[in-house]
């Protein structure tokens, strides 16, 4: 199985910064790495697939980059409804395999 | 508008099966492409793939669940379907199911999940 390592755990932060939430892969996943918000309550919605492309409806100031075994999600200037926890997936090959997840959080 | 609903039986003793359903709207397991799997999450912990249908009935399941569950579909209903045996208090979670495009391994929609709780 494909581990998928996410990191960090829980962050902090304000109204109008930017973060960055980071993912490994324990094998090359050639871009197939997928990225979903969950809110509490709530079912994950997918934010980012392939990668780097944004699903449609989803703020351009979530962005997806990286290749072979390391990927990121960057969320520029946070917006109150963007704190909510993260989580990558492996979507190359089953077992599709997800990150234990990033919890944003207001700082 | 696509959606997807799941339902279960809420709680459970150990030792018997689990019997879920998913119905959904806006799209067929019957197009090219289109899957729909079974996802899960206990409380305060992380997502957990369970399994997948596709359109024309190839199946892939977690192997970590060894032999214990089966995914099956009603295309005419629009209903996936997943059953797992010998369920035990690991087993309490929430299970979405949630569809896949063109054979992707992202899911672009999912259900609002359904409490499962196993006890005796």
């Known amino acids: 199985d494909i581990q998928m390592t996410q990191s960090p755990t829980s962050l902090a932060a304000s109204v109008g910064e930017s973060v960055t939430i980071t993912c490994l892969a324990s094998?090359?996943?050639?871009?197939?790495l997928v990225w979903y918000q969950q809110k509490p309550g709530k079912s994950p919605q997918l934010l980012i697939y392939g990668a780097t492309i944004l699903e449609d409806g989803i703020p351009s100031r979530f962005s997806g980059s990286g290749s072979d075994t390391q990927y990121s999600l960057k969320i520029n200037s946070l917006q109150p409804e963007d704190f909510a926890s993260y989580y990558c997936q492996n979507g190359l090959s089953t077992p599709y395999t997800f990150g234990a997840g990033t919890k944003l959080e207001l700082k | 508008q696509v959606t997807l609903k799941e339902s279960g039986p809420g709680i459970l003793q150990p030792s018997q099966t689990l019997s879920l359903t998913c119905s959904f709207s806006?799209?067929?397991?019957?197009?090219?492409?289109?899957?729909v799997s079974w996802i899960r999450q206990p409380s305060g912990k992380g997502l957990e793939w369970l399994a997948t249908?596709?359109?024309?009935?190839?199946?892939g399941y977690n192997p970590s669940l060894k032999n214990r569950l089966t995914i099956s579909k009603d295309t005419s209903n629009n209903q996936a379907f997943l059953k797992i045996t010998s369920v035990d208090t690991a087993d309490t979670a929430i299970y979405y199911c949630a569809r896949s495009p063109y054979y992707s391994g992202y899911f672009d929609y999912w259900g609002q999940g359904v409490m499962v709780t196993v006890s005796s």
């Open positions: 094998e090359d996943i050639y871009g197939s």
């Open positions: 806006g799209f067929s397991l019957s197009t090219s492409g289109i899957c």
């Open positions: 249908i596709c359109w024309e009935d190839s199946k």
